[in-house]
T-cell receptor, first 116, second 110 residues
Framework: DTEVTQTPKHLVMGMTNKKSLKCEQH?????MYWYKQKAKKPPELMFV???????INESVPSRFSPECPNSSLLNLHLHALQPEDSALYLC???????????????FGPGTRLTVT | TQLLEQSPQFLSIQEGENLTVYCNSS?????LQWYRQEPGEGPVLLVT?????EVKKLKRLTFQFGDARKDSSLHITAAQPGDTGLYLC??????????FGTGTRLKVLA
């Protein structure tokens, strides 16, 4: 099973709201990722968790706060977002192997976020 | 800064035609992945290539990794409307960095 699930599918929030995006995988992967994707553009990396610890933060504004409660779950907490934060938010997972192993990354279906 | 340039950016073809999408970089990657993405959905992994010169086939899709592991191509034979989507290559750099290509938007007309 190579499934990554994300909830909700769609989210509309005001600039003063607080909301959370959720991601789950049961492939035993120990690396999980958040990406942001604007229309007609490739995904942009936001955060990487490896073994439940934050490994990479691509200078993301603090209004985005990631959390990895356990090896299967990844959350993205949202607060005081701006309209330009509207995008498709993608979760992904992979196994952090070494050398030239495949390191295949699997994506969830995404959450379409609209900030009004 | 590592970049992956894809060409063409857009392609609109008739059903039954063949096409090739290119993914080029000046950087060496440990492996490279191809994804297809439909509007509003997440990218779906099609294939991973690891060895320079490697060729992989997935039904009507043929993927090739360049000998120097800097570039790759995707060839589709007898394209069908179901092949329509955004095709993304992603080079693996380090344990956690996936450098995405600029994308190729394919439309196959019935």
């Amino acid at each position: 099973d190579t499934e990554v699930t994300q909830t909700p599918k769609h989210l509309v929030m005001g600039m003063t709201n607080k909301k959370s995006l959720k991601c789950e995988q049961h492939m035993g992967h120990r690396a999980m990722y958040w990406y942001k994707q604007k229309a007609k553009k490739p995904p942009e990396l936001m955060f990487v968790y490896s073994y439940e610890k934050l490994s990479i933060n691509e200078s993301v504004p603090s209004r985005f706060s990631p959390e990895c409660p356990n090896s299967s779950l990844l959350n993205l907490h949202l607060h005081a977002l701006q309209p330009e934060d509207s995008a498709l938010y993608l979760c992904a997972s992979s196994q952090p192997t070494s050398g030239r192993a495949k390191r295949e990354q699997y994506f969830g279906p995404g959450t379409r976020l609209t900030v009004t | 800064t590592q970049l992956l340039e894809q060409s063409p950016q857009f392609l609109s073809i008739q059903e039954g035609e063949n096409l090739t999408v290119y993914c080029n970089s000046s950087s060496v990657f440990s492996s490279l992945q191809w994804y297809r993405q439909e509007p509003g959905e997440g990218p779906v992994l099609l294939v991973t290539v690891v060895t320079g010169g490697e060729v992989k086939k997935l039904k009507r899709l043929t993927f090739q990794f360049g000998d120097a592991r800097k570039d790759s191509s995707l060839h589709i034979t007898a394209a069908q409307p179901g092949d329509t989507g955004l095709y993304l290559c992603a080079g693996v750099s380090g344990t956690y960095k996936y450098i995405f290509g600029t994308g190729t938007r394919l439309k196959v007309l019935a």
